[in-house]
């Protein structure tokens, strides 16, 4: 991904070269992979299995899992590639499927095993009335407090919250991926990081933007 990155920065006066990178554009690589090009399939693989990783960490809270939600995300993709629209940005796309995934790996983990939801407030809530070491606030153990925290809101709140803050989706975008109206996103996005403020502002000042 890397190397693609930086052939697009320096394509000038290289015969051929911007054509190549045509080539790479998101459009031709669907259309490649449609066609049965597996090289192409997996240009998008690495093109996106990175950000789709990372959204399905913060879903579910667990690296294994996640990696494996990842792994039927782009098989579901291959398999349905020719059904995508033309007009749907494919980033979009990818991180409506991971979500459906994750939302049943979740239930069917909760049925088959008896979990403990993920939306149990009651065992994630992270009061605690001993004093936090300053240590455990740095690295690991601030992620892990900002894991727990995503994990203590609703499904909503937490696929909303994810996509507009760490995946830095439009607010159109998730409108597509979610299904929900802008109006719900923006109540549900305010009522989340209100809650993230809460939850964490005792271990460390955070900003979630705008």
């Known amino acids: 991904m890397k190397r693609l990155a930086v052939d697009e920065l320096s394509i000038e006066g290289r015969p051929g070269a911007r054509a190549g990178v045509l ?8 259309a490649r992979a449609c066609q ?14 990175r950000p789709v990783i990372s ?21 579901r993709a291959y398999r349905n590639l020719a059904t995508m629209r033309a007009e749907t940005k ?10 459906n995934v994750a939302r049943e790996a979740l239930r069917a983990r909760m049925r088959d095993n008896h979990q403990v939801d993920l939306e149990d407030k009651a065992v994630l ?8 070491p300053v240590e455990r606030l740095l690295g690991k153990e601030l992620n892990e407090v900002i894991q727990r925290s995503l994990a203590a809101l609703d499904e909503d709140k937490r ?23 802008i109006a719900k996103l923006k109540t549900d996005l305010h009522r989340a990081r209100s809650e993230m403020r809460r939850r964490i502002s005792p271990y460390a000042g955070a900003s979630w933007g705008s």
């Open 159 to 181: 696929t909303v919250f994810t996509l507009r803050v760490f995946q830095q989706c439009s607010y159109e975008e998730i409108a597509e991926i979610t299904g929900f109206s």
């Open 36 to 49: 049965g090009d597996q090289e192409a399939f997996r240009l998008i693989f690495e093109r996106y299995s």
């Open 23 to 30: 080539m790479n554009s998101s459009a031709d690589l669907i």
């Open 55 to 75: 959204f399905l960490f913060d879903l579910v809270s667990n690296r294994e899992l996640a990696e494996e939600l990842t792994q039927e995300t782009f098989v």
């Open 90 to 99: 494919l980033s979009t796309w990818l991180f409506g499927i991971a979500r």
């Open 125 to 132: 809530d992270l009061s605690d009335s001993r004093p936090v």
